[in-house]
C-alpha cells in the first residue's frame, strides 16, 4: 500500500527566506504526486503535481517540485516565502483501480513566517 | 472560478443520531470524493463514486456510511449512528475525470463534525 512521510511537522521561516519542504513516498508503481496547501478555515488547494516528463514542477504562488525517483521523494520549494505563504502543507501520492483515484496524505507540515 | 462546496460548515450532533453532510461538487465534473481529517491527524480517504455507484472504500467506510448522488448537483455522506470517534473534518472532493487517476481533485472547505 502507498504512503507518504512528512518528517518535518512545524517549520518556521523568515519572510524573504527560502524554503523547503520534505516529503518521501512509498509506492510500488509510477506514483502520481501532490501537494496542496490548507489555510486556515479553508479546504485543500492543489499546489502543483507530477505524473510524468520533467521532474522539476512549477506550481502556483511560486511554488515548485523536484521529484527525485532514487530517493522517493518530491520535496517543496519556494527561492522566497511570503507571510501570506503561512498554512499547512500536505504532500500526497495519487492511485487507483483504474477509474477513479485515491489521495494518500501526509501527516502535513505547519509552515509559520516570521516578519 | 467554480469552487465545490460543502454544508453546514459545522454540525454538532448526539451520539447515535443520523447526519447528511451535503456537497456541490463542480459542474462538469465526474468523479466524487470523501476525505476526513480527524483533529490532529491525517487526511483520510473515505470514498471514491463515479457513474452513480461506488468506485473505491477504505476500511473506515463500514455500513454506518453510505454516499448519494440524490440529483444532479448534490454528493451527500450519510453516518447512519454517528460515534465519538467519527468527529472529525469532512472533505468532499470532485475530479473532472478525464485521465482519472492523474485528474486535479479539487476540495471543498470541509464540515466539521462534532460528535457528543
Known amino acids: 500500500a502507498q504512503s507518504v512521510t512528512q518528517p518535518d511537522i512545524h517549520i518556521t521561516v523568515s519572510e524573504g527566506a527560502s524554503l523547503e519542504l520534505r516529503c518521501n513516498y512509498s509506492y510500488g508503481a509510477t506514483p502520481y504526486l501532490f501537494w496542496y496547501v490548507q489555510s486556515p478555515g479553508q479546504g485543500l488547494q492543489l499546489l502543483l503535481k507530477?505524473?510524468?516528463?520533467?521532474?522539476l514542477v512549477q506550481g502556483i504562488k511560486g511554488f515548485e517540485a523536484e521529484f527525485k525517483r532514487s530517493q522517493s521523494s518530491f520535496n517543496l520549494r519556494k527561492p522566497s516565502v511570503h507571510w501570506s505563504d503561512a498554512a499547512e502543507y500536505f504532500c500526497?501520492?495519487?492511485?487507483?483501480?483504474?477509474?477513479?483515484?485515491?489521495?494518500?496524505f501526509g501527516t502535513g507540515t505547519r509552515l509559520q513566517v516570521t516578519l | 472560478e467554480p469552487e465545490v462546496t460543502q454544508t453546514p460548515s459545522h454540525q454538532v450532533t448526539q451520539m447515535g443520531q443520523e447526519v447528511i453532510l451535503r456537497c456541490v461538487p463542480i459542474s462538469n465534473h465526474l468523479y466524487f470524493y470523501w476525505y476526513r481529517q480527524i483533529l490532529g491527524q491525517k487526511v483520510e480517504f473515505l470514498v471514491s463514486f463515479y457513474n452513480n455507484e461506488i468506485s473505491e472504500k477504505s476500511e473506515i467506510f463500514d455500513d454506518q456510511f453510505s454516499v448519494e448522488r440524490p440529483d444532479g448537483s448534490n454528493f451527500t455522506l450519510k453516518i447512519r449512528s454517528t460515534k465519538l470517534e467519527d468527529s472529525a473534518m469532512y472533505f468532499c472532493?470532485?475530479?473532472?475525470?478525464?485521465?482519472?487517476?492523474?485528474?486535479?481533485?479539487?476540495f471543498g472547505p470541509g464540515t466539521r463534525l462534532t460528535v457528543l
Open positions: 507530477y505524473f510524468s516528463g520533467d521532474t
Open positions: 472532493a470532485s475530479s473532472d475525470g478525464g485521465r482519472a487517476i492523474t485528474d486535479t481533485q479539487y
Open positions: 500526497a501520492v495519487g492511485a487507483g483501480t483504474g477509474t477513479a483515484s485515491k489521495l494518500t
